[in-house]
């Protein structure tokens, strides 16, 4: 059975690949024994038969939730708050505990072996237990995984206190406002609105032609109570006071609301879909931004959404179904194994492939230099492949990483390689008041746009819109011998033009009379 570095090298493989490789490992939700059941056969023979006892349901969520979070498929937060546990609040303070100390949990992991000596212990609830002991000192409870995990307590424990204090101090998080998209596929912003207004909620409005970006955001920084209002650049985004709750809303259970950051909608905003297109979204899951792609075109044309790893397919298929997409069709496949030709009408393909989380806090760990790399050439292959496809008009790509390596070195690449099909869009347009784009050591960093969580109150995003150059007619992209007639056949009729007004000019003068 593999350690927990081999387990962990496996799991940030920047190729998806689904979850095949660590399938005795995984958790699943229908047995509630699972980790407990995997163990030697001699340990479920004790007197005490503690293999019959149930682990507490606020471990076994909280590791399936670890498991989800460091898959990608959603914030710590959100997974949280969806879950069906009656203490949604102690879950969220065990869960960023084990976050938080990720590191330290893993190293001490490591260094006691309880994953290869025990080789059916489930590493998320291991990381979870962990977090519970370094909390309060000791684990109560007589359940198999912790009856096992005591048996390490002192290793586990003097591993915490030797290298606690070299972790870096906390910096201190200033919480995002709360960002509520519209879903129109199930009902208007005035149904929304009124909704809001019976319950107590008043919009602030205000005219964005007398409102400055700047203006806006301290309207945003100094939201409170039960007021809210519209996003600047977004008309069917609405902005609450940080951790407003909406899991108990009716909008929210109807699905006619979706909690959404908003730097998660600018790659659809900036997209600039309309109803009737055919879209690829080639790394789609969980579906936040897919359902988005729905609405945007009014479920009119076709969205072809693609994931590779069974578990977040699942989450993809329910989230799409759930919000009414109806013109969204899914794939179990890998984008790159498409081929471009089966694909001719394909107008728009989206991704938001892989990447280190780095812009909204998945990884707080240092990332090591080969991880990026990895990511990046995945990255860069993903994206070359979508400029293949003959059809394609615009290919928006997004991560949710803050690192060059990343964001602009990708698009260098693909730009290098496709500059005589494909061009940067201008899209600070759709952005007016934005301050943050690329890197300045680029030529193109003004045509791509950066969040910048500080500034624009929201988490660290990367957005590049390619769109397909159009066939020229001007001159200088005119063989030699057509740009010449072209430049002659100009010449002749400004002349004509000349003579002409000379020809009026001079009549003019001769009709005036002599003073």
């Not at 407003?244 to 790659?267: G, H, Q, R």
């Not at 869009?425 to 301050?435: M, Q, T, V």
């Not at 819109?465 to 066939?471: A, D, L, P, Q």
């Amino acid at each position: 059975m593999m350690g927990w570095r081999e387990w962990e090298r496996q799991r940030i493989d920047p190729v998806p690949r689904g979850i095949k490789n660590i399938k005795v490992m995984e958790f699943k939700e229908e047995d509630d024994n699972y980790e407990i059941n995997q163990l030697p056969m001699e340990d479920k023979m004790t007197d005490k038969k503690p293999h019959s006892i149930p682990v507490p349901r606020l471990y076994k969520l909280s590791s399936k939730i670890l498991r989800r979070y460091e898959n990608k498929e959603g914030t710590l937060k959100n997974l949280v708050y969806s879950a069906n546990h009656p203490h949604r609040n102690s879950m969220m303070a065990l869960l960023s505990k084990t976050v938080d100390q990720g590191s330290v949990i893993k190293s001490a992991l490591a260094d006691s072996k309880i994953l290869e000596k025990e080789p059916g212990f489930n590493p998320y609830l291991a990381q979870v237990l962990t977090a519970e002991l370094l909390t309060k000192g000791c684990l109560q409870g007589d359940c198999k995984p912790i009856i096992v995990l005591r048996k390490y307590e002192d290793e586990l424990l003097e591993h915490y206190r030797k290298n606690a204090k070299k972790m870096p101090p906390k910096k201190k998080k200033v919480p995002f406002p709360r960002y509520v998209r519209i879903n129109t596929l199930v009902a208007t912003a005035d149904d929304v609105h009124n909704q809001l207004a019976e319950k107590g909620w008043i919009l602030y409005s205000y005219k964005k032609e007398s409102v400055t970006y700047d203006d806006y955001l301290d309207l945003v920084e100094n939201l409170e109570g039960s007021t809210y209002m519209e996003d600047y650049h977004i008309p069917e985004l609405l902005v609450f006071p940080p951790n407003t709750p909406f899991w108990n809303s009716e909008l929210y259970k109807e699905n006619a609301i979706v909690l959404m950051d908003k730097a998660s909608c600018l790659p659809v905003f900036l997209a600039s879909i309309k109803p009737g297109y055919n879209i690829i979204d080639g790394c789609a899951a969980p579906g936040n931004k897919t359902s988005y792609m729905a609405a945007t075109i009014n479920n009119t044309g076709s969205i072809t959404a693609l994931d590779n790893n069974p578990e977040r397919f699942k989450t993809l298929n329910k989230l799409v179904q759930q919000r009414g997409a109806t013109c969204v069709s899914t794939l179990l496949e890998d984008f790159t194994k498409l081929n471009p030709d089966q694909y001719p009408d394909v107008r728009c393909i989206f991704l938001d492939p892989t990447c280190t989380g780095s812009g909204v806090g998945f990884h707080q760990d240092k990332i090591s230099e080969q991880r990026v790399r990895n990511l990046a050439s995945f990255q860069s292959m993903v994206l070359k492949h979508a400029l293949s496809f003959p059809s394609v008009k615009k290919v928006i790509y997004s991560t949710c990483s803050v690192m060059v390596e990343e964001n602009e070195e990708v698009v260098k690449k693909a730009l290098d390689m496709y500059q005589h099909q494909f061009k940067l869009a201008d899209i600070k347009k759709r952005l007016p008041g934005w301050k943050n784009f690329g890197c300045e050591d680029y030529s193109f960093s003004k045509k791509v746009c950066k969040t910048n969580p500080d500034v624009d109150k929201c988490q660290g995003f990367f957005v590049a819109k390619f769109v397909r150059k159009e066939k020229s007619t001007c001159s200088e992209d005119m063989p030699d011998s057509s740009a010449q007639k072209e430049g002659e056949k100009r010449k002749k009729q400004f002349n004509e033009i000349s003579d002409t007004f000379s020809s009026k000019k001079k009549k003019s003068k001769k009709e005036q009379p002599s003073s």
